[in-house]
């Protein structure tokens, strides 16, 4: 379980966030959309303090810390139960596709080098990528290298995946690929939360749907729900744009 309570964020007198209760059950799949410029990412990135909250609590699991006066130790802790899956693949391009996965398990973790690396090829089986264990970043579109990272996240076995718009990067045609992979990580109950903007999978994938913009939370409940029947006026202007095949009064 996931619990964001009172989150906020500022930049500067810039304030992004304001004031964000959000809570995600074991094995959901939360889609986050809105606009650019509403908050999305910054919250995602909340989640795992790789954004410092301005204030609230994030709780994953039975852990709980306090934005104000976190500990590095806590920080720690906290990350440890997450993944993040990013827009661009950030892998170390000096080293192979089995040698990116099995970074974390061996610095993170301690794990022994033959059992991660058992571990690693597994996991990139997972992702449809076995027959390229030796090859390095350079070697791989850019849908392969996605699902890499895909894989760098799996591996950990965190608590939740934390996805920012994996798809953002990509060729259209590659799309389809990665949207996939994530598809059958949906399936096996692992908690995710995916920001994109991609309406027909978001509607297919996930079992709770958030609309931001401006930095709150305007509107949330079940895809058949808030994509069919909007209850908001600013979700339905939204809507409306992205998704024209669907009639909303407005």
């Not at 992702?127 to 799996?154: F, T």
């Not at 995916?194 to 509607?203: D, G, Y």
């Not at 401006?214 to 058949?224: L, N, Q």
Request: glycine fraction near 8%.
């Amino acid at each position: 379980m996931i619990k964001l309570a009172g989150i906020s964020k500022a930049f500067g007198k810039q304030l992004v966030l304001q004031n964000i209760d959000l809570t995600v059950r074991k094995g959901e799949v939360v889609v986050i959309l809105g606009p650019s410029g509403s908050g999305k990412t910054t919250l995602l990135r909340c989640m795992n303090f790789l954004e410092r909250p301005s204030s609230g609590e994030v709780t994953i699991g039975d852990f709980t810390v306090n934005c104000k006066r976190p500990a590095k130790k806590d920080i720690h802790t906290l990350r440890g139960k997450t993944a993040m899956v990013f827009q661009q693949y950030n892998l170390f391009k000096h080293k192979t596709v089995l040698e990116n996965v099995m970074e974390g398990l061996i610095v993170a973790q301690k794990m022994p080098k033959e059992e991660a690396r058992a571990r690693s090829a597994e996991v990139l089986l997972k992702v449809g990528l076995s027959g390229k264990l030796d090859a390095y970043p350079s070697q791989l579109s850019g849908g392969q290298q996605q699902r890499v990272g895909i894989a760098r996240a799996l591996v950990l076995n965190p608590e939740v995946i934390l996805f920012d718009e994996p798809t953002s990067a990509l060729d259209p045609e590659l799309v389809g690929e990665v949207l996939a992979v994530i598809r059958k990580i949906a399936k096996e109950g692992i908690t995710m939360i995916i920001v994109t903007h991609e309406m027909s999978f978001a509607r297919e994938v996930s079992n709770h749907v958030v609309f931001m913009d401006g930095g709150v939370i305007v509107e949330e409940g079940k895809p058949g729900e808030l994509f069919h029947s909007p209850k908001e006026e600013r979700t339905k202007q939204f809507l409306k744009r992205i998704t024209p095949e669907l009639n909303y009064s407005i």
